[in-house]
């Protein structure tokens, strides 16, 4: 594209591109991360705050080998799916947290979808036809797109007020108020704008669980202590009770986990009498699920490694008999046969870095009939697809949700079947 401002590129193969300068510049698609990309003289330059088609100036945040990042501090020519954004801090330079505010929502769902998209393609080996042939689209939670988060953490300057971090950085952005944060806990004294400092601390979290609880924890190097509300909380999902410690991992959004758990259900149809594995099971969320559909002459096999999660999962399922709980890297378990086959049912629910290769050929020799695999990272399922793919698999199914609305984040379950 022709740019009003021409940049040269420098010998040692950066672009003449400077931090802090600002270019005249037309953004393209969008990219994984909250971007978009545009070029000058070839160079890629990943723009926030923008949308694809805009005309923006942008200023340079950062230069690297290869790429710049940049924010768009004025639109000259906005697309029509630009909107203001109803934070005051999801702004260039001020809070990183949200990453699409200044997005309308439908755009917004779009948006995750292209994302998908293109991971899929550039990493996963899918096709144009083979996404048009899944339907791949993101979809939104009940709710709205505020007043969603259960679980926010503030960190503290040194001035003792709670905060947001900048995008990419440790610098702390005090708040009066975070609009995404549920209702319960932008009631919470915890700001600065309610007069109260955090002289002692590093961080702040508050948790509103399902089941009305508050919590509020304050954490200094390391050590974390209880402010106020109970030390467990309770939640509701998969048509049980949860009780479990505040610092424990659950979704952050209150609609999320049973959308999960319903998703996972219909696309593998788990039936009386089989076996399953719930794979970086944590608390058992999926197990419960499993374990109803396998009924008492089936068999579930929960493997977590996290100590807080096995207590979690034996804790809440005591009750249900059928449900083995392995404390062990998922990794360990499969490598030493610390789990077995047969198995028909596989749920994989990994952290943000993906099964991995070696997961993936294990979960495979087991031979299950279908798996279900539920992804925070549209990059690492891609990955990990490719794998699937190149063992004889394939992806039959792939839904997608919209669990953390205003940020770039995702969700995906899909469905792994052998061909």
Known sequence: MTLPVQQSEAADGRSGLTEAEQVELTVAAVAPGGHCVARVNGQVVFVRHA???????????????????????????????RVEPPCPYARPGRCGGCDLQHVAVPAQLRWKTDVVREQLIRLGGLDEAGCDALDVRVEAL??????????????????????????????????????????????????????????????????????????????????TRRVSGPERVRERAAGRDWLLPASSFWQVHPAAADTLVAAVLELTGPGPGERAWDLYGGAGLFAAALAERVGESGRVTLVEAAGDGVAAAR????????????????????????????????????????????????????????????????????????????????LAALRGYDLFPMTQHVELVGLLLPT
Do not use: M
């Open 51 to 81: 949308l694809p088609g805009e005309r923006v100036v942008a200023e340079v945040t950062e230069v690297h080998r290869g790429f710049v990042r940049a924010d768009a501090v004025r639109v000259l020519e906005p697309s029509a799916d």
């Open 315 to 394: 804790e809440n399922l005591r009750d249900v008999a059928q449900v083995e709980v392995v404390a062990a890297r998922v990794e360990t378990a499969l490598a030493r046969r610390r789990i077995t086959g047969p198995v028909d049912v596989v749920v994989l629910d990994p952290p943000r870095s993906g099964a991995g290769a070696r997961v993936v050929r294990d979960v495979v020799a087991a031979g299950p009939r279908a798996v279900a695999y539920v992804a925070c990272d549209p990059a690492a399922f891609a990955r990990d697809l490719r794998v699937f793919t190149d063992l004889g698999w394939r």
């Open 142 to 223: 009940p709710g709205g797109p505020l007043g969603w988060r259960s679980r926010v953490r503030y960190a503290v300057d040194a001035a003792g007020r709670a905060g947001l971090l900048k995008h990419r950085s440790h610098e702390v952005v005090p708040v009066d108020r975070c609009l995404i944060a549920h209702p319960a806990i932008q009631d919470r004294p915890v700001l600065t704008s309610s007069g109260t400092r955090w002289p002692d601390d590093d961080a702040v979290e508050v948790v509103a669980s399902t089941g009305g609880d508050v919590t509020v924890t304050a954490s200094t190097a390391g050590r």
